[in-house]
């Protein structure tokens, strides 16, 4: 099964600052279709997760343009820039280009 | 609007059979694939199987001879069941529509 593996597990981040997670894969995502299918994921406490960035870099409906994804082959971020207090929670990042999906650890973001 | 629901019992003893039903409104099941995830308590999110759009199921090997997926899609219904249920079942089960849209999750507990 694919690995990923989330850096950092935790971070701690002001109101108004900017978040970097690292997500590295064991293999590369890249699809027989030329798709590389890696999405992030964030879950608010008690909530399940929502969808934030699809295929690398695809906001989803409703997503702000804070979120941002980049990345390719095997090393994938998640920017979020002026961090607002809704963005807290556990970001998680989803592989399905290989079966059977995986999600990274997660890291858990937190105000300073 | 995309809506999904999972429901079932909140206690299980072990040993015995978890029936979840994930009821869905807002799309088709004849068109979209339905995932389950789960997710022990404090800890991360893992793919359990797959109901797709064809009626095709494909499930996580580790899982695979305890579980079974299936749908009824006059009544825009995904069931999940799992045999033998221990105490490490304990978890958060989510339906999710093509990774896209998430259930609000129900909460199984494995005890005697």
């Known amino acids: 099964d694919v690995v990923l593996t989330q850096t950092p597990v935790s971070l701690l981040i002001s109101l108004g600052g900017q978040a970097s997670i690292s997500c590295r894969s064991s293999?590369?995502?890249?699809?027989?279709?030329?798709?590389?299918?890696l999405h992030w994921y964030l879950q608010k406490p008690g909530q399940s997760p929502q969808l934030l960035i699809y295929?690398?870099?695809n906001r989803f409906s409703g997503i702000p343009d804070r979120f941002s994804g980049s990345g390719s082959g095997t090393d994938f971020t998640l920017k979020i820039s002026r961090v607002e207090p809704e963005d807290l929670g556990v970001y998680y990042c989803l592989q399905r280009t290989h079966n059977p999906p995986t999600f990274g650890g997660g890291t858990k973001l937190e105000l300073k | 609007q995309v809506q999904l629901k999972e429901s079932g019992p909140g206690l299980v003893q072990p040993s015995e059979t978890l029936s979840l039903t994930c009821t869905v409104s807002?799309?088709?099941?004849?068109?979209?694939?339905v995932h389950w995830v789960r997710q022990p308590p404090g800890k991360g999110l893992e793919w359990m199987g797959i109901?797709?759009?064809?009626?095709?199921?494909d499930y996580n090997s580790a899982l695979k001879s305890r579980l079974s997926i299936s749908r009824d899609t006059s009544k825009s219904q995904v069931f999940l069941k799992m045999n033998s249920l221990q105490t490490e079942d304990t978890a958060i089960y989510y339906c999710?529509?093509?990774?896209?849209?998430w259930g609000q999750g129900v909460m199984v507990t494995v005890s005697s």
């Open positions: 999710t529509l093509n990774w896209e849209w």
């Open positions: 293999q590369s995502l890249v699809h027989s279709n030329g798709n590389t299918y």
């Open positions: 807002g799309f088709s099941l004849t068109s979209n694939s």
């Open positions: 295929q690398v870099s």
């Open positions: 109901i797709r759009s064809g009626g095709s199921t």
